[in-house]
């Protein structure tokens, strides 16, 4: 069964870093996309980014395009968001998905991870 665990996230203050983590298991081949996720308290889950395994291809929300960074290292199975310039409006449970398309709507990704909480605050 696939299985996504992310982690990474704690407390940053407005301006810091963070680099969460997603490690996968029991891909198959149809899931090709990783998504990461992220919903704050009463808001919408909204895509952040996501990448395609196949060949690198990646997207970004406006909100966090040239502060977010998607990658991969394929010899750890690994997804990882590195996070620049935080922001307190970045506060939220990020989550990591997969699936078959490359898309920002979580609705089209069908394994989820846990989530791990992001809070940016002084």
């Known amino acids: 069964e696939v299985q996504l665990q992310a982690s990474g996230g704690g407390l940053v203050q407005p301006g810091g870093s963070l680099r969460l983590s997603c490690v996968a298991s029991g891909f198959s081949f149809a899931d090709y996309a990783i998504g990461w996720f992220r919903q704050a308290p009463g808001k919408e889950r909204e895509g952040v980014a996501c990448i395609s395994l196949s060949d690198g291809t990646a997207h970004y929300s406006s909100s966090v395009k040239d502060r977010f960074t998607i990658s991969v290292d394929n010899a750890k199975n690994t997804v990882y968001l590195q996070m620049n310039t935080l922001k307190p409006e970045d506060t939220a449970i990020y989550y990591c998905?997969?699936?078959?398309?490359?898309?920002?709507?979580?609705?089209?990704?069908?394994?989820w991870g846990q989530g791990t909480q992001v809070t940016v605050s002084s």
């Open positions: 998905a997969s699936g078959e398309v490359l898309t920002m709507m979580p609705f089209d990704y069908d394994h």
